[in-house]
């Protein structure tokens, strides 16, 4: 092919991070206080250099992507995969032009539609009609485009009887497959998605998938999508590249690299960074997996037992918080521990200490990659603590047969079916039983 | 797929876009224009869900003023016995109160623009400069509704507008500008020190008494006009009195100078620190 239609050279983008404040932005009174308070400083010492006391209190670098570099040929898809914080999202920003580089520079020859997240813009008193007007200016289309591809948005979403009444009315799913559907008409040389479906039913996630997959390869369109889903990517993309740490791990051929992404998970099962609460009090310094002996991994058979351990270090006594666990797969939530409902909960969270939690089976396909989320409550029950957050994912390896599926196809099903799987029993015309008790 | 080929390159040799930090000046002017459609989507979207959401939306617009007018009538007029310019007191309090509640709502609602669409600044890519503009154009209808009720009081006091009345829209555009500007200078302060939403409903208040909405000009003795011309509201205001009132007033044209002075470097030193600013307002808001 001749030239690239995506060239990123030496990509690079730091942050500054502030051990002080949960919020970017400052607040006037502060900076003013700050002023007041050097200039009263510099009266009582005119001749002393910088505040001493500044250096240890300073903001930090912090590089979400470094030295980043690759080309994309026109017509290619591209998937972008890699833990939570290793920067994917940061490179998306960047090529859709919502933050700015710190070093290198993208070429980018052709018009970038991104789709960060469905239904931007979105207004809830406005009416489906309406807000696929909004939503398709929002994401660059022209009124020409938009009233063209209208009754299409419209089909694909499966939302006729509805164009009419404000989105608030909706239910959760014809809101996103509306949102998806306006998105999924744009028609850019270059279409960016960042993990937007992870939300819908599982038809839905299986309509959109094959809608991108027309988008690519039919309609010759760039795609760079990214996804925790491992098995969307394989059957969307020929080519993965792998971030780690803001850097390339590795960039090849899918099925290549997402192995060996795998193993790498396999090896490390903590978080990355540290997980901080709202109001900065607690910090969640690890959560580690462990199997039934008290080892580290992230590897697991069908129906074994899986500890979660969070270690927590509280600088200030944090008293009857509430947390909860979720387990997901690519087709959403699937089950949880969650103090909110059981009703355990520590009565003081004082230093350093932890938090564990088995799950004395997990009744889960193998061949499915799982994510688990964290997140927690202050002692009212209703102000958050920690925001729901992805912390660690791990992985069911075995075969179908060893669970007790027989099926011919099982072993190439299991990675894309739904994932709990509990014991059950056929009663066949022929007056045979046939039962599948797993685990 | 061959016959696809020329027609990808040629999009893609006009469409060729360099990212690399310190850069996006060069096509600013042409994404706004390429932008042009969201800035009335947007602006339609805040006016079909400022009227539809409350049915009073419309009466609240004829309301506030008429309110503002007959309060300002009362004290001005009748209990301080200020000089009316020989036009009916509630013409000469209500030609004020169009520029004035224009500006005031525009600076209000600009102003807080960024903050309450932050989530759209941090997904999608746009000019920035739109969220601003369209929430000074939505006030513009809120204008044309006052403006009708104006006609109607002229009407009333059977009060007929000379020739001036057709360069209103000068006035108009200036303060849009004026309106603008400082709101598009406020809402970048208020991306970057949170608590500067505290400052503009005080800037407004304040505004209000050192504007001359509730008496005229005049009022103000010769030696301070100019001084007080750097409001560049007195400008406009004193603008739309000569336009509708007519004759009966003299332009004061060294303070509708002042106020164009005004009004343009305010405007350039608001974009140029926008413009500084925008880079970062995905990482700060």
């Known amino acids: 092919m001749g030239k690239p239609i995506l060239s990123v050279e030496k990509l690079g983008k730091k942050y500054l991070l502030s051990h002080q404040r949960s919020e970017p932005y400052t607040a006037l009174r502060d900076v003013m206080a700050e002023k007041v308070k050097e200039f009263r400083r510099r009266l009582v010492n005119p001749f002393s250099g910088a505040r001493p006391s500044d250096s240890g209190s300073g903001p930090e670098e912090f590089w979400a992507l470094r030295n980043v570099s690759f080309d994309v040929s026109p017509g ?75 009754d299409e948005i419209v089909d694909f979403a499966e939302v006729e009887k509805f164009l009419d009444t404000p989105v608030k009315h909706y239910s959760s799913g014809m809101y996103v497959r509306l949102a998806f559907a306006v998105a999924a008409h744009l028609e850019p040389e270059i279409l960016v998605v960042d993990e937007v479906l992870a939300v819908g039913d599982a038809a839905f996630q299986r309509k959109c998938l094959g809608k991108m997959e027309d988008v690519a390869s039919q309609e010759g369109r760039t795609v760079l999508f990214v996804s925790h889903n491992m098995a969307a990517i394989q059957t969307l993309c020929r080519r ?64 074994s037992p899986i500890k979660v351990e969070i270690h927590y270090h509280a600088k200030q006594p944090v008293r009857r918080p509430y947390v909860w666990l ?98 059950y029993t056929w009663e066949l015309p022929d007056g045979r039983f046939v039962s599948v008790n797993p685990f | 797929m061959a016959h696809q080929d020329p027609k990808t390159a040629s ?14 000046f060069r096509n600013y002017w042409r994404d706004i224009w390429q932008y ?29 003023p008429l309110l503002t007018m007959a309060v300002f009538t009362t004290i001005f007029g009748y209990l301080a016995k200020l000089p009316s310019e020989g036009v009916p007191y509630p013409i000469l309090v209500f030609t004020a109160m169009l520029p004035w509640q224009f500006f005031s709502s525009s600076l209000s609602e600009s102003s807080n623009s ?90 407004v208040q304040l505004g209000l008494y050192v504007s001359p909405v509730g008496f005229s ?12 011309s750097l409001n560049p509201m007195v400008g406009v205001i004193d603008g739309f009195r000569w336009a509708i009132l007519g004759g009966e007033l003299r332009f004061y044209w060294p303070g509708f100078l002042l106020s164009l002075v005004i009004t343009s470097v305010m405007l350039l030193f608001a974009f140029r620190y926008f413009r500084n600013t925008e880079r970062k307002f995905a990482d700060i808001i």
């Open chain 2, 36 to 64: 042009r459609e969201l800035l009335y989507f947007l602006s339609w979207r805040d006016i079909l869900v400022r009227y539809k959401q409350t049915a009073i939306g419309v009466a609240w617009a004829i309301l506030r």
């Open chain 1, 76 to 150: 290619d898809r591209v998937g972008i995969i890699g833990r939570n914080g290793a920067g994917k999202s940061t490179l998306l920003k960047i090529l859709s032009r919502i933050t700015e580089p710190t070093e290198g520079k993208a070429h980018l020859r052709g018009r970038v539609a991104s789709l960060l997240e469905v239904g931007t813009g979105f207004h809830p008193e406005l009416t489906g009609r309406e807000n696929i007007s909004l939503n398709g200016a929002v994401l660059g289309m022209t009124k020409v485009e938009i009233r063209k591809k209208f």
């Open chain 1, 326 to 423: 979720g387990i997901q797969s690519q087709f959403g939530a699937l089950f949880g521990a969650n103090m909110l409902l059981d009703g355990a909960r520590p009565e003081v969270l004082e230093g350093r200490g932890c938090i564990g939690c088995t799950f004395h089976t997990l009744p889960l396909l193998p061949g499915q990659m799982y994510r688990i989320m964290f997140g927690g409550r202050k002692e009212d029950g209703f102000s958050a603590l920690f925001k729901a957050t992805e912390v660690t994912h791990f992985l069911i390896t075995g075969s179908a047969e060893e669970i007790g599926l027989k099926g011919e196809l099982a072993d190439s099903l299991v990675g894309q079916s739904s994932p709990v799987l509990l014991p």
């Open chain 2, 217 to 228: 000009s005049s009022v103000v003795p010769g030696k301070w006009r100019l001084l007080y």
């Open chain 2, 114 to 203: 960024f903050i309450t669409n932050a989530n759209m600044l941090t997904k999608i890519y746009f000019p920035r400069l739109i969220v601003p503009a369209s929430a000074v154009i939505v006030n513009l209808v809120d204008f044309l509704i006052s403006f009708i009720i104006l006609g109607a009081l002229m009407a009333w006091y059977r009060f007929a507008p000379g020739w001036q009345v057709f360069t209103l829209p000068l006035f108009l555009s200036l303060g849009f500008l004026a309106s603008f500007g400082l709101g598009l200078w406020m809402a970048t302060l208020n991306v970057k020190y949170r608590d500067f939403r505290y400052v503009v409903p005080f800037i």
């Open chain 1, 240 to 303: 993965a590249i792998w971030l780690d740490a803001g850097r390339v791990e590795q960039d090849g051929e899918s099925e290549a690299v997402i192995n060996a992404y795998g193993e790498r998970l396999q090896n490390a099962s903590n978080i990355p960074a540290t997980l901080r609460s709202l109001d900065g009090n607690i910090d969640i310094e690890q959560i580690q997996l462990l199997d039934k002996n008290g080892r580290a991994t992230s590897v697991y058979s069908p129906g």
């Open chain 2, 11 to 24: 999009v893609c040799d006009r469409f060729e876009l360099v990212i690399e930090p310190g850069r996006g």
